[in-house]
């Protein structure tokens, strides 16, 4: 496994330290400033811990720590102050078809025996008129909801 070794410069402590006593910031971008502070092997830290220690105090995981130290040596000081941009790709449940399906059937009679729609018969009349294979009650909600279509009306 490779060590990586933080040396900051003055200029770099000054402005990690600035992150974590004045301003608002992100409360990732403040964690990675103090890490990198106390991880700093530089002539400028007067104090040197090590990553168990700051583990600890941070309540933060060793593979953090970790982490912080390599995109700090490879990429420098903004890339670890950063968050890692994400590589997942989430698919859409719900195509603009199934939401005009959706929207006609809550605008429209709900079954015999009901006073108006529930998320669950929405979402059961779905799947039995086969305009979905499944669909949960909470993704016909967020649906509704970004119609600005309710329900309760």
Not at 28 to 47: C, F, M, S, T, W
Not at 113 to 119: D, E, F, I, M, P
Request: glycine share 6%; hydrophobic share 35%.
């Amino acid at each position: 496994m490779n060590t990586y070794k933080v040396t900051l410069t003055h200029e770099e402590r000054n402005q990690l330290t600035e992150i974590t006593r004045a301003g608002t910031h992100a409360a990732r971008k403040v964690i990675h400033a103090l890490i990198l502070l106390n991880v700093d092997r530089g002539q400028y830290n007067a104090e040197q811990q090590i990553n168990e220690e700051i583990s600890k105090v941070l309540k933060i995981g060793m593979r953090t720590i970790d982490r912080v130290k390599k995109r700090f040596v490879e990429e420098g000081l903004d890339a670890a102050l950063k968050m890692a941009p994400t590589s997942r790709e989430y698919d859409k449940l719900v195509d603009g078809d199934m939401e005009a399906h959706l929207i006609a059937l809550a605008c429209g009679e709900p079954p015999k025996g009901y006073a108006r729609w529930s998320l669950r018969l929405l979402s059961n009349k779905l799947v039995e008129l086969r305009i979905a294979e499944s669909i949960s009650y909470e993704t016909v909600r967020r649906t509704l909801k970004k119609t600005n279509l309710s329900l309760g009306r």
